[in-house]
């Protein structure tokens, strides 16, 4: 046997030899590695199972979760781990975390660490990891947890309340007679009668038609009573809060609210991170709880990308009396930091669990009975389910869509479902097997579309319908939006970074086969009709994470008057006014090329045509969420392109597991 499986928990010094091993091999970050040495430092008597632990618990904030679980971790120390890394196969000989750990119980290694000072338990204290059951935290992140639950438990503790005349108020909104349960409107009326409510639901169901609704109803509300109140809109990520920004702008103009009440409804949603002002290169805000934000009500989009310190930092410094919203799809993937906040939060958001005392008062503001298959009644201590809603009615995909069809399968963890929609072949969804990374077919999906469904050809072949070099401004302007937008009809999604389907290859083969075809020319870095998304915001630019350009080669004057051509790359504004912003390819210092982009970066976007990409082996990040993420991110063609087969009804069977204690902290 291997002599660091025999004394690996025995020898301290071994212990950090293997943990260098597995950092080499990219198993943990060198940032898990330094952990465990600085603890072994810290305390020369802590017991290897202590510095293991120390390694992990690092390892287990980079793959999103809060803590270690260690019933979990020793159920399947391999896969929990998230290890080996994507497109790595071990070594031969090396050693797995399933050989060092096998025959350990979680109370042999729960009690390996209790001695210690590095650990203390799950009270006030400076010690840096803490231990709560049979859970391991660092105590940044336990305080983290234990902040965000003691707010939103103080949140959901008051009664629901009235503001005046809300049954009146919410039939002005929506007036429109229904057979069934009108969910945004049980939304609206939980959400202005409480200061904190969640709204969740899949794309199409109305979320962002709720919220503007509610806040027409708490504005004019206010004013009536002479005291506007001042609303702010957030989202996680520059293209989330344009996304909003634009569909916002679009209704509140059709509002059946006064002139005064639209004028008093913001028209621009800002980041979060812009919201909070956070300090250069640190991790703190300008606003927090002793420096508050200046608001009386706070709409947060696309909830579910946030992370756990993300959130205990805006409810720090959110007002006591202000009212919070979140809304997100509970469904869709969780935040890429450790946490997930609107998952845990929502968890049982289907089954309703309304108290009969909530279920009254919704009668008595007009609402009529709850009536839904999935409804379970619910009790006076399940406070957290009487602030959430969920809406079910998608008016984007209907009952005979392939799309919808498909998202709904694969929400529900139903392979069979799902696949017996691949095989019908919905005019709206196409299966490709590919069976290998030269697979011609695979290129022609990818270039030139299938069924009616575009590929990347369609936005060069816009392109090279170039204007007369000396047509107006505005022509070029008009070529160039027109550019962009046949771009957004369609994108690759993949699941992985790395390997041969991981977006970095498949950005270089599309690259390449487009150059081929002569619709890209070969050249440097910097070529006309190179795609590029924003990897960080750059607000001197006014470029946000998530933005995308196209590189652009156009007639420019020199200081002489004498014409030449250079290259620019072009971006939308996304704030509702139809206008670019022109960068020149120098001043873009975080951008990548953006043929294809992962699953979780696609979040809080739509392409009219979209594939997603399955690699070639099971990996920890190909789950339900991954795969139903992507599938809602097409609005009327999907394409499901398979590298092996089998992999997709066994990633439709596997879920996201953030391991936390949030929602037992909350309680109800």
């Known amino acids: 046997m291997n002599a660091v499986v025999m004394h690996g928990l025995e020898d301290r010094s071994a212990t950090l030899e293997l943990l260098a091993q597995w950092s080499t091999q990219d198993w943990l970050r060198p940032l898990d590695l330094a952990l465990a040495r600085f603890f072994a430092d810290l305390d020369p008597q802590a017991p290897p199972l202590l510095l293991l632990a120390a390694a992990l618990v690092s390892h287990q904030l980079g793959q999103g979760h809060v803590c270690l679980d260690f019933g979990s971790t020793l159920a399947n120390p391999d896969f929990a781990l998230s290890l080996p890394p994507e497109g790595q196969r071990p ?25 210690s000072p590095l650990v203390g338990h799950a009270a006030p204290g400076s010690s840096p990891l803490v231990l709560a059951g049979q859970a391991l935290y660092l105590r940044r992140y336990w305080n983290y947890e234990t902040g965000v639950a003691r707010q939103i438990a103080a949140r959901t503790s008051p009664a629901l309340h009235a503001p005046p005349r809300l049954a009146e108020r919410l039939e002005t909104l929506f007036p429109e007679p229904t057979d069934t349960t009108d969910w945004q409107k049980i939304a609206c009326a939980l959400a202005a009668s409480g200061p904190f409510s969640l709204i969740t639901g899949g794309p199409g169901t109305g979320k962002t038609t709720t919220v503007v609704k509610l806040l ?30 634009e569909s916002i702008g679009a209704q509140v103009s059709q509002l059946p609210v006064t002139e005064a009440v639209r004028e008093r409804i913001p028209s621009e949603v800002t980041t979060v991170h812009r919201l909070l002002g956070r300090v250069p290169n640190s991790r703190r805000f300008r606003h927090h709880a002793g420096h508050k934000l200046s608001l009386d009500v706070l709409v947060v989009d696309e909830a579910s990308m946030i992370d756990l310190e993300m959130m205990f930092h805006l409810l720090a410094a959110l007002p006591d009396t202000a009212r919070l919203i979140l809304l997100g799809d509970k469904d869709q993937l969780a935040s890429v930091e450790a946490g997930a906040v609107l998952g845990d939060l929502c968890r049982d958001a289907e089954l309703g669990h309304y108290s009969p005392s ?31 809603v969920m809406l079910r009615r998608s008016r984007r995909f209907g009952h005979d869509s392939g799309i919808g069809r498909l998202a709904r399968a694969v929400n529900a963890g139903d392979a069979v479902e799902a696949d017996a929609v691949l095989h019908e072949r919905p005019h709206d ?30 936005y060069l072949q816009r392109l090279h319908q170039r204007p007369a070099d000396d047509a107006e401004t505005g022509v070029w302007h008009a070529w160039a939006a027109d550019i962009l937008q046949a771009f957004e009809r369609f994108r690759l999604l993949t699941a992985v970074r790395k390997g041969p389907w991981g977006v970095e290859q498949m950005n270089l083969r599309i690259t390449q086969a487009l150059q081929r075809q002569g619709l890209l020319s070969a050249g440097p870095t910097w070529f006309e009709g190179r795609p590029v998304m924003v990897t960080r915001n750059d607000y001197s630019l006014g470029l946000m994470n998530g933005d995308v350009g196209i590189t652009l080669r156009l007639p420019l004057s020199d200081t002489d008057g004498q014409r030449r051509h250079g290259l620019r790359v072009v971006f939308p504004r996304n704030d509702g006014s139809n206008a670019l912003r ?87």
Do not use: N
């Not at 000989?93 to 209790?114: D, K």
């Not at 969804?429 to 050809?457: E, I």
């Open 216 to 245: 027409a109803l708490l504005q004019q509300a206010a004013m009536d009573e002479g005291t506007p109140l001042r609303l702010s809109l957030a989202a996680p990520t520059g293209k989330a809060a344009a996304r909003l920004t």
């Open 358 to 388: 909530t279920a009254d008062w919704l009668r008595r503001q007009g609402i009529g009975r709850l009536e839904d298959p999935a409804l379970q009644p619910g009790d006076e201590h399940q406070r957290l389910a009487q602030h959430t």
């Open 91 to 115: 070594d031969p000989g090396t050693v797995m975390p399933s050989q060092l750990l096998a025959g350990i119980e979680a109370t042999q290694w729960l009690a390996a660490l209790t001695p």
């Open 582 to 668: 022109w960068v020149l390819p120098s001043r873009l210092g975080a951008v990548e090329t953006v043929f294809a982009m992962t699953v979780h970066k696609s979040q809080g976007s739509e392409f009219a045509h979209t594939a997603l990409l399955l690699p070639d082996r099971l990996s920890p990040v190909l789950t339900r969420e991954l795969i139903y993420t992507g599938i809602t991110r097409a609005r009327t063609h999907f394409s499901l392109i398979e590298t092996r087969s089998g992999l997709f009804p066994q990633a439709v069977q596997r879920r996201v597991v953030r391991r936390s204690g949030l929602r037992a902290l909350i309680g109800g």
């Open 429 to 458: 969804v196409l299966h490709l097997s590919c069976k290998g990374p030269d697979d011609p077919a695979l290129d022609r999906l990818l270039l030139d579309g299938q069924g009616g469904a575009a590929g990347y050809a369609a």
